[in-house]
């Protein structure tokens, strides 16, 4: 997969935070938050994103605002530092470190953008925020 030289969205802002569902047993991930400037064409759109080894699907919320749910691991303790689990963080796909297709930092992700049914890469730097204080 190739990476294209430069956006073909202008990104407003992008960020991630941890989050634990404070139960045992729950589950432990990455709530993933992207807005862009302008809103896409009809047949363009941003469709996923590749982050810490894992692709999973970016779901519109309102027009411009993109959010993704990335599980990364059950919790085997009690934790009630942040509550903020969702059902989407299912959809997140595991990818081996060898089978993953890109080198990446640990604030770099890798945007999916489709223009109608073509697929074309970008990277993106995420800013990590601490889940529940306002920014």
Known sequence: MKLEDKPLVEINDAYFSKYS???KGGG???NIHISIIDEL????????????????NLKINEPNVYTAFI????????????INSSKEDK???????????????SNEAVLV??????????KILLKKRNA????
């Open 41 to 56: 064409e009809q047949n363009e759109k941003l469709s996923g994103i590749y982050f810490k080894e894992k692709f999973a």
């Open 21 to 23: 569902s404070g139960i």
């Open 71 to 82: 599980r990364t691991k059950k919790q085997e303790e009690t934790n009630l530092d942040v």
């Open 91 to 105: 959809n997140a796909l595991e990818i081996s470190k060898d089978d993953f297709p890109f080198e990446l930092k």
């Open 28 to 30: 432990a991930g990455f």
């Open 113 to 122: 953008y489709q223009i109608k049914e073509k697929k074309k890469y970008f």
């Open 132 to 135: 529940g204080i306002p920014q």
